[in-house]
């Protein structure tokens, strides 16, 4: 059990009607939209969906076990559209003996694992398991890339379906810069720097946390990894364009875009991870139009992780005054207290926040919490044979292969009987578990976020030096804690947002 009891939000746990809404009811879905349909046309739909049922394509016996939903083809779209993220659990929780099933969206086959066993299995695939595709076609479709670019693009995935050329370099590019090492190390240091830098202009003051805590990080890591001429660090607007939708990202692509025309990338400052994309990419051909779609891509993947991570570790470490103290106290041990500086001056060296044990554990057992928003996803490049002890199944070319950490994170049998509540000592009894199968925040296997070192040190900086300097209450709850906001589950993928910014003040710790 948890030595610092449970506050806010658990896991979500599924109720009686939550498992019964698996199975929709036409009545239901008319009488929630407040709407009356005359009899004749119910029974008109209610024909037309037998029919759609009988000439249904049923599964391979040889696939994993479908689910059907009563109303065929669109079914399970709605179901994802009435309940979010949380419809996969809805389903596994109405099916627990099952590894992996198969649904159907439309005519598209999805096959949803339930176990992290099984998630080994599909991760060690990646000769005809991969997300490539995926990626792929989310860049053609929301980052505008141009023809000349789409030609390469489309000519790299014909190699050996992206996984040889391009594709496999710039994948390796990735995982090489991005582990440890001297340049990981580097990016770190410099985004502590400037996380310190803003942290130490910051007075006595309120604010509404989440927009504070994004618009500090954005600034500090974009810093970190494009250098002192990144758009956001002397841009401060860009941080509200960035956020305000896929239009007003367009600035910030522009930004981006005269970053690589005026080949920035090549001063001092920028991180070697940044250059050498760069290099990859005009040594294959991209433009510079390319390079600023793609990182504009993954200024998006990066951030929106990254900032509700950061605003959900400081919240449910304020929201416990105990735990609060504990993790104080752990980075007091490591912070240093110059000579002839004032008592409230601290040195943090990032490269021991390792050490503190708890801040860590908490760090991973938050992401287990709001990191349920997370989906892995592969596309099956051809027919896959798949087996697990007695299970043997076949998936079919064409499918996608969706790992929903949600329902892999409240498994009692890989978390414990507390699975529903807030326990970082689960993480220092049972370290293995941040690097387990069971934990999908980052995925798993060779198409792990290569990021998640760097999002990593930047969260524990930005939390460990909050905590350090700062007193945090909140200004609505008259408690000396914070309190927790609901989780909007709506939304896929990602970390969960709050459904609402929590109003805190801030005020400079004199000790």
């Known amino acids: 059990m948890s030595n610092y009891g449970v506050f806010g939000p658990p896991l979500f746990a599924l109720s009686s009607h939550d498992k019964l809404a698996a199975i929709y009811h036409f009545s239901t879905s008319f009488s929630s939209c407040g709407l009356k349909v005359l009899p004749s046309l119910i029974l008109t739909l209610i024909i037309v969906a037998a029919l759609i049922n009988l000439i249904q394509v049923r599964n391979d016996r040889k696939e994993p076990p479908e689910i059907y939903a009563r109303l065929p083809f669109i079914g399970h779209i709605v179901g994802f559209w009435r309940h979010g993220i949380i419809y996969f659990k809805i389903l596994a929780g109405a099916n627990p003996d099952l590894p992996i099933f198969t649904l159907r969206l439309a005519t598209q086959r999805i096959y949803v694992v339930n176990t992290p066993e099984f998630s080994k299995v599909i991760e060690r695939n990646t000769k005809t398991l991969s997300f490539i595709p995926l990626e792929i076609a989310v860049s ?126 090549n001063e001092p400052s920028a991180s070697d991870f940044v250059r050498a994309k760069a290099a990859l990419n005009q040594h294959h051909g991209f433009s510079n139009e390319y390079m600023a779609r793609t990182d504009l891509g993954e200024l998006t993947a990066v951030l929106f992780n990254l900032v509700p991570a950061s605003f959900w570790l400081l919240l449910y470490i304020c929201s416990s005054s105990n735990l609060l103290e504990d993790i104080r106290t752990e980075i007091h041990k490591i ?77 009692p049998s890989v978390w414990g009987e507390d699975v529903l509540e807030f326990n970082p000592q689960r993480f220092i009894d049972r370290p293995e578990l941040a690097t387990s199968s069971a934990f999908r925040t980052f995925g798993g296997g060779a198409s792990r976020c290569p990021g998640s070192r760097f999002a990593q040190t930047q969260v524990l900086a930005f939390v460990a030096g909050v905590v350090i300097s700062r007193d945090v209450s909140p200004l609505v709850d008259n408690t000396a804690s914070c309190t927790l906001p609901d989780m909007d589950t709506t939304r896929l993928p990602g970390l969960l947002k709050p459904l609402r910014d929590v109003r805190v003040r801030m005020k400079r710790r004199m000790k």
């Open 335 to 411: 912070a240093t207290r110059p000579t002839g500086e004032s008592e409230a001056t601290y040195h943090l060296d990032a490269s021991l926040l390792s050490q503190c044990f708890l801040l860590v554990a908490t760090y991973h057992e938050v992401l287990r919490i709001v990191g349920s928003g997370v989906t892995t996803n592969r596309v099956v490049l051809e027919d896959t044979a798949v087996k697990l002890a007695q299970e043997n199944y076949v998936l079919k070319k064409g499918g996608i292969v969706q790992i929903p950490a949600n329902v892999i994170h409240s498994d």
């Open 140 to 265: 053609k479709r929301f980052l505008k890339i141009g023809n000349g670019d789409k030609a390469r693009i489309h000519e790299a995935m014909s190699l050996d379906h992206g996984q040889s050329g391009y594709m496999r370099d710039i994948h390796n590019t990735h995982h090489r810069m991005l582990k440890l090492g001297s340049v990981l190390n580097r990016m770190r240091d410099n985004g502590f720097d400037e996380i310190a830098l803003s942290l130490n202009s910051v007075q006595d003051e309120n604010v509404d946390l989440y927009d504070w805590t994004r618009k500090i990080l954005t600034t500090t890591c974009t810093t970190a990894v494009w250098g002192l001429e990144s758009p956001f660090r002397e841009n401060a607007e860009l941080v509200n364009d960035f956020c305000s939708g896929f239009r007003a990202r367009e600035r910030v692509h522009e930004k981006l875009l005269a970053y690589y025309e005026s080949e920035a990338f």
